[in-house]
């Protein structure tokens, strides 16, 4: 089984600075993916950015960018220049890289962020 | 096109009674999936569906259970509800073999 732990359940950015997001995860598998999502107050989850853990180069999104750790199972999320509609609950998330088995995402607990302007 | 949409917003019950949740997924995509999303207990998967099966379910009683018809529209079904079942349920479709999720807004389910 996999777990998720998201460690900050609260943080806040003034707007236009960097703010970065934690997340650690724990597996026994060698293929894998890892997401960030996010959950504005319309409660759509939208995904911001994933990895797979194969790929050693840490992806990047706009201004949205990981910090992929595969030997500390450390996944953590680094949004620039924070605009007011970054503020959301952020989500870390996992699920094993197998197209036969299907999709099955094991979530952290969440961290709300507040952009202050 | 559309996203997965997901019927109804909002729903009110009382203890003992069922209820029928609905999604739409996302044109072409034949995989749906169901997640709990509460306060206490976090997001947590309840089952998907490809192509009218289960594929995989997640750890909730039998009360909870679901189907998924040929159209890839799938409904979720909680039977004799309990006050602990009140809860955010989400939708979600992806395309065969991929692991992007696109996600609805979700049913608002409270249990009285």
């Known amino acids: 089984a996999q777990t998720v732990t998201q460690s900050q359940p609260e943080m806040s950015v003034q707007e236009a600075e960097t703010v970065t997001l934690s997340c650690t995860y724990d597996t026994s598998e060698s293929n894998y993916y890892l997401f960030w999502y996010k959950q504005p107050p319309s409660r759509q989850m939208i995904l911001v950015i994933r990895q797979e853990a194969y790929k050693q180069q840490n992806a990047t999104e706009n201004r949205f960018s990981v910090n992929f750790q595969k030997a500390a199972k450390s996944f953590s999320l680094k949004i620039s220049d924070s605009q007011l509609g970054d503020t959301a609950m952020y989500f870390c998330a996992f699920s094993v890289m197998n197209n036969n088995a299907g999709n099955m995402l094991t979530f952290g607990g969440g961290t709300r962020l507040m952009v202050k302007p | 096109k559309a996203g997965v949409t997901q019927t109804p917003r909002y729903l009110i019950k009382t203890r003992g009674q069922q209820v029928t949740l609905s999604c739409s997924p996302i044109s072409g995509h034949r995989s749906v999936s169901w997640y709990q999303q509460t306060p206490g207990q976090g997001l947590q998967f309840l089952f998907e569906?490809?192509?009218?099966?289960?594929?995989n379910k997640g750890n909730f009683p039998g009360r909870f259970s679901g189907r998924q018809f040929s159209n890839s529209r799938s409904e979720m079904n909680v039977s004799t509800l309990e006050l602990g079942d009140s809860a955010l349920y989400l939708c979600a479709s992806s395309l065969p073999g991929q692991e992007k999720l696109f996600f609805g807004s979700g049913t608002q389910l409270s249990v009285l």
């Open positions: 569906y490809f192509s009218e099966t289960q594929r």
